[in-house]
């Protein structure tokens, strides 16, 4: 594949790539950005998606192939809108789809489609997973077949209302000298029924130990979690959000405590930032997005990718996005 700085497809936008190889193809889940003229709000009211798409490419050809509508918010009895950033895992000879979207009362939850092919399309299940809230599901299987999901977004995300074990909307953020919101993992169970027990938190610290601080805004956690493993170590990677970065932190463990380790992708065209990462035939590459295409439009994003690099040492080089 070819290092490209243009988007994978045009004729819709797509945002929030999950990445995967299946049947030695890469497979793109993201989540489909609706055209509107409605506002930008801190809420998230302006990203209006309704449905997925899959989209899938080689390195023997440029071409990338859409494969269609997926799954619909219609089709998920208690969904009342907005299917955001979704991921996909391959167990049971199933691959399954955990995807977030507002509830009946507006809350976000985490739900799960499942397909015996990786192009979908998928059937939902009739109810989200117990426990389940937020946004931004990464699925990640590990090399002993257990599944984490690992998952959370600030302010629109909901994220901080979750403080208290139940959800409070009145809930805020921590003051600025008080430890950051963390992300969450919970392990599922091997039917990929339901969580194991509940979610518990991901904590990021710095190199003191101590855990990032809701201040400190270029390494804290806002959203968009992805899981990957390198050398056995495991990498956290996620976005600073208002600062725009691509960051990630380390652990030896799948549940942490993770260290910070630096910046991944620095800030591209657009307020959001989600990505993730892949290995393909010896490579790896970074997917993302950004919202040049439509000209700076923040609910009108295209996916793109670029090769990732490590260093000897296991660090990631930093990558800056290039613009004509």
Same mark, same amino acid.
């Given at each position: 594949m070819k290092q490209q700085n243009t988007p994978l497809i045009t004729d819709i936008f797509t945002a929030d790539p999950s990445a995967h190889v299946y049947n030695d193809r890469i497979y793109i889940y993201p989540s489909h950005d609706i055209p509107h003229n409605g506002e930008d709000n801190d809420n998230g009211d302006e990203y209006q998606m309704r449905d997925y798409h899959v989209l899938s490419m080689d390195d023997k050809s440029d071409k990338v192939i859409d494969h269609g509508e997926v799954l619909h918010e219609d089709q998920v009895p208690w969904v009342s809108k907005q299917l955001w950033a979704p991921d996909v895992v391959y167990k049971n000879d199933t691959y399954y789809l955990v995807f977030p979207a507002r509830d009946k009362d507006g809350i976000f939850r985490l739900g799960i489609a499942e397909s015996k092919s990786p192009e979908g399309p998928f059937s939902p299940r009739a109810n989200y997973i117990p426990d389940s809230f937020s946004i931004d599901p990464c699925s990640f299987i590990d090399d002993d077949s257990k599944v984490y999901i690992y998952f959370g977004g600030l302010w629109g995300?909901?994220?901080?209302?979750?403080?208290?074990?139940?959800?409070?909307?009145?809930?805020?953020?921590?003051?600025?000298?008080?430890?950051?919101?963390?992300?969450?993992?919970?392990?599922?169970?091997?039917?990929? %029924?339901?969580?194991?027990?509940?979610?518990?938190? /991901?904590?990021?610290?710095?190199? &003191?130990? =101590?855990?990032?601080?809701?201040?400190?805004?270029?390494?804290?956690?806002?959203?968009?979690?992805?899981?990957?493993?390198?050398?056995?170590?495991?990498?956290?990677?996620?976005?600073?959000?208002?600062?725009?970065?691509?960051?990630?932190?380390?652990?030896?463990?799948?549940?942490?405590?993770?260290t910070y380790q630096g910046v991944i992708l620095e800030p591209v065209i657009g307020w959001t930032t989600h990505h993730s990462i892949v290995e393909y035939h010896g490579k790896w590459y970074l997917f993302?997005?950004?919202?040049?295409? %439509?000209?700076?439009?923040?609910?009108?994003?295209? /996916?793109?990718?670029?090769?990732? &690099?490590? =260093?000897?040492?296991?660090?990631?080089?930093?990558?800056?996005?290039?613009?004509?």
């Amino acid at each position: 594949m070819k290092q490209q700085n243009t988007p994978l497809i045009t004729d819709i936008f797509t945002a929030d790539p999950s990445a995967h190889v299946y049947n030695d193809r890469i497979y793109i889940y993201p989540s489909h950005d609706i055209p509107h003229n409605g506002e930008d709000n801190d809420n998230g009211d302006e990203y209006q998606m309704r449905d997925y798409h899959v989209l899938s490419m080689d390195d023997k050809s440029d071409k990338v192939i859409d494969h269609g509508e997926v799954l619909h918010e219609d089709q998920v009895p208690w969904v009342s809108k907005q299917l955001w950033a979704p991921d996909v895992v391959y167990k049971n000879d199933t691959y399954y789809l955990v995807f977030p979207a507002r509830d009946k009362d507006g809350i976000f939850r985490l739900g799960i489609a499942e397909s015996k092919s990786p192009e979908g399309p998928f059937s939902p299940r009739a109810n989200y997973i117990p426990d389940s809230f937020s946004i931004d599901p990464c699925s990640f299987i590990d090399d002993d077949s257990k599944v984490y999901i690992y998952f959370g977004g600030l302010w629109g995300g909901q994220l901080e209302k979750h403080k208290t074990g139940s959800f409070d909307p009145n809930g805020t953020e921590p003051d600025k000298n008080e430890p950051a919101v963390c992300p969450k993992v919970a392990l599922m169970k091997d039917d990929m %029924s339901v969580f194991e027990a509940k979610p518990q938190d /991901v904590v990021i610290l710095d190199e &003191n130990g =101590n855990p990032l601080l809701a201040g400190d805004e270029d390494r804290r956690y806002f959203e968009g979690p992805w899981m990957h493993k390198y050398n056995g170590k495991y990498y956290l990677s996620y976005s600073t959000g208002t600062t725009h970065k691509i960051v990630y932190a380390t652990s030896d463990t799948p549940t942490g405590p993770f260290t910070y380790q630096g910046v991944i992708l620095e800030p591209v065209i657009g307020w959001t930032t989600h990505h993730s990462i892949v290995e393909y035939h010896g490579k790896w590459y970074l997917f993302y997005h950004d919202s040049e295409y %439509s000209g700076g439009i923040n609910h009108r994003r295209c /996916v793109k990718y670029c090769e990732l &690099n490590y =260093n000897e040492d296991g660090s990631i080089q930093t990558i800056t996005p290039v613009y004509s």
